[in-house]
T-cell receptor, first 108, second 118 residues
């Protein structure tokens, strides 16, 4: 089965840029989606199809995807961005959906 | 507006079964696949499976060894996830979520906490 690997944690100062990576075999050939989850809440989609944002999500959230790594980029980080972030792809080989292990973003 | 309303928390004994419901509204029931995702305490998201509301066909991850069943009731626009042979490590929050026209989840239920305890 397809495996997505994320770093357990990322720390960033307010106003700086946070980058959360998601590694997978040739992940650049897949569409990657990102979710933000605050404690006690359901996940919220923040980026879909590698780099697009749903309505209502700040422009500070963006993404990239190439080779074996996809990246969620949070610019001008704010205290409210502190949360867990998960990447997700669809594995067409077995029609299964896969989540990464999740990354906790801490704002210093 | 699109809403997914899940049933409440339950406490079950090991070996028992649980059936969690997810009532959807604000969109055409048959147009979108419905998925189930669980999250054990302090852990990440785990995809369980999906159901096609049009024909009730379902796809499951291998991790549950046939212990899970996904069904739907069209008359009430409600989806169900049944997990049998509960174990202590099935303690988790279970989410339902709608798949968009592409392969991501655009709306989520609030989650249902299932606790397995003797």
């Amino acid at each position: 089965s397809y495996v997505l690997t994320q770093p357990p944690s990322v720390s960033v100062a307010p106003g700086k840029t946070a980058r959360v990576t998601c590694g997978g075999n040739n992940i650049g050939s897949k569409s990657v989606h990102w979710y933000q989850q605050r404690p006690g809440q359901a996940p919220v989609l923040v980026v879909y199809d590698d780099r697009d944002r749903p309505s209502g999500i700040p422009e500070r959230f963006s993404g990239s995807n190439s080779g074996d790594t996809a990246t969620l980029i949070i610019s001008r980080v704010e205290a409210g961005d502190e949360a867990d972030y998960y990447c997700q792809v669809w594995d067409s080989s077995n029609d299964h959906f896969v989540f990464g292990s999740g990354t906790t973003v801490t704002v210093l | 507006q699109v809403q997914l309303a899940q049933s409440g928390a339950e406490v079950k004994k090991p070996g028992a079964s649980v059936k969690v419901s997810c009532r959807v509204s604000g969109y055409t029931f048959s147009y979108f696949y419905l998925h189930w995702v669980r999250q054990a305490p302090g852990q990440g998201l785990e995809w369980m499976g999906k159901i096609n509301p049009s024909d009730a066909s379902a796809t499951y991850t291998d991790n549950f060894m046939g212990r899970v069943s996904l069904t739907r009731e069209t008359s009430t626009a409600t989806f169900f996830m049944e997990l049998r042979g509960l174990r202590f490590d099935d303690t988790a929050v279970y989410f339902c979520c709608r798949q968009s026209m592409l392969e991501y989840f655009d709306y989520w239920g609030q989650g249902s906490l299932i606790t397995v305890s003797s």
